[in-house]
């Protein structure tokens, strides 16, 4: 696969700072090089595949639809069959892509039952890009999956996850990114106050957060604290650990920890020689 532009040094989203965080030499390779990853993994497809049919549910009914659960999932059948690849990788030995396509079936017909069935809010914007000032030289940007309403006119932004357990309060789990999108529609829609929830389609919850004006900018302020100081760090190490093997660098990294239990990823890069 051929590589892609650097991304622009002053431009951050949630996910670049992240992968900062996680391993500064993934950040290099991926935003400052413009090296495109060698794989894409299973878990990566059926997020991105999953988040694209939640879009086209409310995208239906916005157009006057009523989406049943049986064309939901007909249409999660036709995105997967036409967007698999040979560059997705099963990174677990052992797994499937007939396991992980049962999985999002699963999710997708929990969503459909406990939450759009029953939901009444309005869609103010599906998939919606944010580019926002952080200082002079520094810009946050993000996408938030769907900004409504409430049914008493309250502001929401709401973040869709496929993770197997709820988030916590750390800053690189529950802590910002749907915030971050919330403070950013505030600022759009001139509200005073919005909330931002992370729903976890496994298990059919949604986690929610008040932010206020005062919290937005406070949030705002402690994303480009973070941002600045991941442009200017000057030493960029490898942080091998567990999510090695999810790395599509790792067959290049010459610090990546893969156990054979987890190698699938590394084997498809080696295999197909996308390094």
């Known amino acids: ?15 670049r700072l992240k992968t900062f965080h996680q391993c500064p030499l993934r950040y290099r390779y991926r935003y400052l090089a413009g090296r495109r990853e060698s794989f894409r993994s299973l878990e ?27 064309g939901a999932l007909e249409e999660l059948a036709r995105r997967w069959r036409e967007d698999w690849t040979q560059y997705i990788a099963i990174v677990r030995v ?23 069935a029953r939901d009444g809010s309005e869609t103010v914007a599906l998939e919606q890009r944010f580019s926002v ?48 999108y919330a403070g950013c529609a505030l600022r759009r829609h001139d509200e005073s106050e919005a909330l931002a929830g992370y729903h976890y389609l496994r298990l059919g919850n949604t986690s929610w957060h008040l932010v206020s004006r005062p919290r937005a900018e406070q949030l705002l302020g402690r994303f480009a604290e973070l941002a600045q100081a991941a442009r200017d760090d000057a030493a960029i190490p490898a942080r091998p650990g567990v999510l090695c093997a999810w790395c599509g660098f790792n067959a290049i990294c010459p610090q990546a920890r893969v156990p054979v239990e987890l190698s699938g990823g590394l084997d498809l890069a080696r295999a197909q020689q996308l390094f």
Not at 4 to 15: D, E, I, L, M, V
Not at 96 to 116: I, K, P, V, Y
Not at 166 to 178: I, M, W
């Open 1 to 15: 696969m051929a590589d892609r532009a650097p991304t622009p040094r002053n431009q951050f989203s949630f996910s």
């Open 44 to 70: 990566t497809f059926l997020g991105s595949t999953l988040h694209s049919v939640l879009e086209w549910l409310y995208d239906r009914r916005e157009h006057g639809e009523s989406p049943s659960l049986e």
């Open 94 to 116: 052992g797994g499937s892509a007939e396991d992980a396509f049962r999985d999002a079936r699963e999710m997708l017909s929990l969503f459909h039952r406990s939450t759009f």
């Open 133 to 180: 000032p952080l200082s002079d030289d520094l810009y946050f940007s993000g996408v938030a999956d769907r900004i409504g309403r409430t049914a008493n006119r309250r502001l929401f932004v709401v973040d869709y996850k496929t993770s197997r357990s709820p988030g916590t309060p750390e800053e690189f789990s529950e802590g910002l990114q749907a915030q971050l």
